[in-house]
């Protein structure tokens, strides 16, 4: 399946996360998930980076936490809320939201 | 004799999502208006805390209003520190984070401002915490 995740707390998430798998798998970083692509954590990247996904952080949530662009882990593409509505009607049959 | 009562505000929460840390800052921004319900000699005295996750609250440029159409906590930080609360925040999480102070709300300069921002060691916010008389953790 392809799979979206919306993740929208700084938690790891950890006990759905690690055991989930798909054949696609997007995580969409939004709220305070933006933290997990912002900051390091003790000078540790976010577990969540361990997951083979394709990574997006929500601009209008880093911005208004202030951050931008240049703050994000390069494994994460910073889109816009039509980005995200994109991402659900063309790229992943399920989300779910953790 | 006057008495002052010393509260101290301490903020653990990220921004936005949830309303606490927003709370606190009113909070410690509204304690300073109770005067007309208080005895002659009497004050309050409030602190703010940031620990832990809650640092982020002290990041420049939130752009809330842009996005939100809220007030960002960034200007309630600079009107706490219009208003000469006493503000610290925890260096350790600042180091944890990664977080330099040149990306920190220090001043309110820009808004009339002469109070400043302290970074402190968590053991001087825990020599704090012993001397005010009530803690709100947010």
């Not at chain 2, 004799?1 to 909070?27: D, G, N, W």
């Not at chain 2, 300069?109 to 005010?132: H, M, N, R, W």
Request: hydrophobic share 40%.
């Amino acid at each position: 399946m392809k799979l979206g995740v919306f993740m929208s707390s700084f938690e790891s998430g950890s006990d759905v996360l690690d055991r989930l798998t798909a054949e696609k798998l997007g995580i969409i970083l939004v709220g305070n998930g933006v933290y997990h692509a912002a900051v390091k954590d003790s000078g540790k990247e976010s577990p969540i980076f361990k997951k083979s996904a394709n990574f997006y952080v929500l601009a209008e949530d880093l911005e208004s936490r202030g951050f931008n662009a240049s703050n994000v882990d390069s494994r994460a593409k910073v889109v816009n809320y039509g980005d995200v509505v994109d991402l659900i009607f063309n790229d992943y049959e399920k989300i779910i939201w953790i | 004799m006057a008495t002052i009562k010393k509260l101290a505000f301490v903020v653990r929460s990220l921004p936005y999502k949830t309303e606490a840390s927003r709370l606190a800052f009113t909070h410690a921004i509204a304690s300073q208006t109770v005067e007309i319900y208080l005895e002659d000699g009497e004050n309050i005295e409030p602190v703010l805390c940031f620990i832990g996750n809650g640092v982020m609250n002290c990041l420049k440029n939130q752009q809330a209003m842009k996005h939100y159409g809220i007030t960002s906590n960034e200007q309630h930080m600079k009107n706490s520190l219009l208003l000469d609360l006493k503000v610290m925040i925890c260096k350790e999480d600042l180091d944890k984070f990664g977080i330099k102070e040149d990306a920190l709300i220090m001043d309110a300069e820009d808004i009339g401002g002469e109070t400043k921002a302290q970074i402190v060691p968590y053991s001087e916010i825990q020599k704090e915490l012993e001397a005010v008389d009530h803690i709100q953790l947010f």
